[in-house]
């Protein structure tokens, strides 16, 4: 059943997340899991295309940020977004979310340096090898699931399952720019130098973000990364 801001059900459907105001002109649908938020942002990113008053669509890690173009476009904006919800209620996902496979076109290429700081630790937390560890970071694409925490930084998902390791216990007070880490279910590359407490398993050379760049960030949503050994060792 959704649920509107102020506490109303809409009868039929299934309780798959929930609407919040955003300002005058925004709408926040807060979901369960990263799952769905992907699913959904989905969904509403293709009704955009339909949808003039829908300015952008912006995915979080358990919500989608929906932007409308006015004030007054922002009920139809509410009315698309309960229907996205109805349809992750009742299993209407896009196909291209089942498909697993992507496009060419859609496949950044980023080669690693694997010489991090934390590839033994990972090593020992994931029970691998560190050989296997960078064969199960490069065998297996990685999508571009959201962006945040700083211009260019893209949170990929949809890698290999055993990769996932918990973050430092102690953040480092400096990542270089370009290190490559691992973080829970995500596998992310730093775009500058910043704080971080991300397992870190690399580097690579690539820009993130280039501001010459149109557009400026590398990895965008929509996108997949394939990461390869750079020094051709796996």
């Known amino acids: ?85 109805a349809a992750l209620g009742s299993g209407e996902v896009p196909t291209a979310f089942h498909s697993g496979g992507p496009a060419p076109e859609q496949v950044v290429e980023v080669p690693v340096h694997y010489d991090g700081d934390d590839l033994a630790d990972v090593a020992e937390l994931t029970g691998l090898t560190v050989t296997e560890v960078v064969a199960a970071h490069t065998g297996t694409p990685w999508r571009v699931g959201f962006a945040g925490f700083a211009p260019g930084f893209a949170y990929l998902v949809d890698g290999d399952p055993r990769l996932r390791v918990p973050r430092r216990a102690t953040p480092r007070p400096r990542v270089p720019a370009g290190a490559v880490g691992l ?52």
Do not use: C, K, N
């Open 1 to 85: 059943m959704v649920e509107e801001p102020t506490g109303e059900r809409i009868p039929g459907r299934q309780p798959t997340g929930r609407l919040l105001p955003y300002g005058e002109r925004g709408l926040l649908v807060e979901v369960d899991d990263l799952h769905r938020a992907l699913a959904l942002f989905e969904l509403l990113a293709a009704a955009r295309e339909r949808l003039a008053g829908l300015e952008d669509v912006v995915a979080g890690a358990r919500s989608v940020l929906l932007v409308a173009a006015s004030p007054g476009a922002l009920t139809a904006v509410r009315a698309e977004a309960q229907r996205a919800l």
């Open 183 to 234: 973080a829970d279910e995500f596998s992310g590359v730093y775009p500058r130098s910043s704080p971080g407490g991300w397992q870190l398993l690399g580097h690579t050379d690539l820009a993130l973000w280039d501001l010459r760049r149109d557009p400026p960030a590398l990895l965008r949503p929509g996108l997949w990364v394939q990461f390869t050994d750079a020094d051709g060792a796996s």
